[in-house]
């Protein structure tokens, strides 16, 4: 087994008590004052994760932004400079390498950002795929990233810095100072609620780190990330979609753009869309006691199994078990009736329009 990585917050973690997990090869908190406390505070004011694992590749030079445009599903050329995109990352036969947010700084600049754990994973599929200049380069190790999120988030990183934060749009971006430290300021994240992500040099992270604490910012782990994202219907990566799976199936047509030209997995997206999904990734209530979790088999009123369980928890900000789960084209729609087997035990579910949580 490989020794696990530290982000430039390990100490920072440690010393606030944190649990701290191995997680996508690096040692990680899961939770400091428990994860219910976490969520609520980035639902109703604010709080800080440390997302320094998440991996940033780059592209900078002439054809930059053609290069990106190649690689990933959504219209990257479309974008303004200043502008971010979320978008899938494709194998030839249209399935998820990744999903990425690719940030545009110029016609000549585009930052890619990836999951920790698949940073050597794609930036291979991106040297494979990319042909002539420019070529990726991984700067993984210089950057840091911390992620405000919640209602308050705007006013209290608004009190560290002189950049105006108001106009800068959702999933927009500018280069500017925080609390003297400088930084990418993006308002983007992966909890449903307003805030900032934080690109910085790892050896700042730490007086960023502690000046975003001191002005009211709650610590949070993974766990309240899983909960919050899972309540907004954000897929996970290796949970929610893989390879395995295209983006028509887990519900991100959205980001697909067949009109802006060729990139990889297209040929085999436009083949997807016109024979339709077989299967389709949906939102669940469950109608009993017990908590869905990744790997349960759903089943349908006569008992057959029809699909199986990516995501669940109890939410703690509807106090009810959710999920989100594969099944069959013909029970996607919402009002239709699953059972999630928990262990042996089949308990009455009810596909929802997503979100869980309404923003």
């Not at 249209?94 to 950002?113: H, I, N, P, Q, T």
């Not at 040099?201 to 993974?222: F, N, S, Y």
Request: with cysteine; net charge negative; hydrophobic share 40%.
């Amino acid at each position: 087994m490989s020794e696990l990585k530290r982000t430039p917050l390990y100490e920072a973690h440690v010393a606030a008590g944190a649990k701290i997990v191995p997680f996508a090869g690096f040692e990680m908190p899961v939770q400091y004052s428990g994860v219910i406390a976490e969520h609520n505070a980035v639902r109703e004011a604010v709080g800080l994760f440390d997302v320094s694992h998440m991996g940033e590749i780059v592209f900078e030079g002439p054809g930059a932004v053609a290069a990106v445009d190649h690689l990933v599903t959504n219209d990257i050329a479309g974008l303004a400079d200043g502008q971010a995109a979320y978008a899938g990352l494709l194998t030839p036969e249209g399935g998820f390498v990744d999903d990425v947010v690719c940030y545009r700084f110029s016609a000549e600049k585009v930052l890619v950002c990836v999951n920790a754990s698949n940073r050597e994973k794609d930036f291979q599929h991106m040297l494979a795929h990319t042909a002539g200049e420019p070529q990726p380069v991984d700067e993984g190790d210089r950057w840091a990233q911390l992620a405000v999120q919640g209602p308050k988030a705007p006013a209290l990183v608004q009190a560290l810095t002189q950049t105006p934060l108001e106009p800068i749009e959702r999933y927009h971006f500018v280069e500017g100072e925080v609390a003297g430290f400088p930084c990418i300021i993006a308002r983007t994240g992966y909890t449903g609620e307003d805030g900032f992500e934080l690109f910085c040099a790892p050896e700042v992270a730490r007086g960023l780190w502690d000046r975003l604490v001191e002005a009211g910012a709650l610590p949070c782990g993974l766990g309240a990330r899983d909960t919050l994202r899972l309540e907004m219907k954000y897929a996970l990566y290796g949970n929610d979609i893989d390879e395995s799976h295209d983006p028509y199936e887990a519900g991100l047509a959205w980001t697909v753009k067949l009109d802006k030209g060729d990139f990889v997995g297209r040929e085999a997206l436009i083949a997807a869309k016109a024979a339709g999904p077989r299967q389709k990734l949906v939102a669940f209530v469950l109608k009993g006691r017990g908590v869905p979790r990744q790997g349960m088999r759903v089943l349908d009123e006569s008992g057959a199994e029809v699909g199986v369980v990516t995501s669940g928890t109890m939410s703690p900000t509807l106090k009810e078990p959710i999920g989100m789960a594969y099944v069959a084209k013909g029970l996607a729609r919402s009002g239709s009736t699953l059972q999630i087997d928990l262990r042996g035990r089949p308990v009455a579910a009810e596909v929802v329009k997503p979100p869980f949580v309404k923003r």
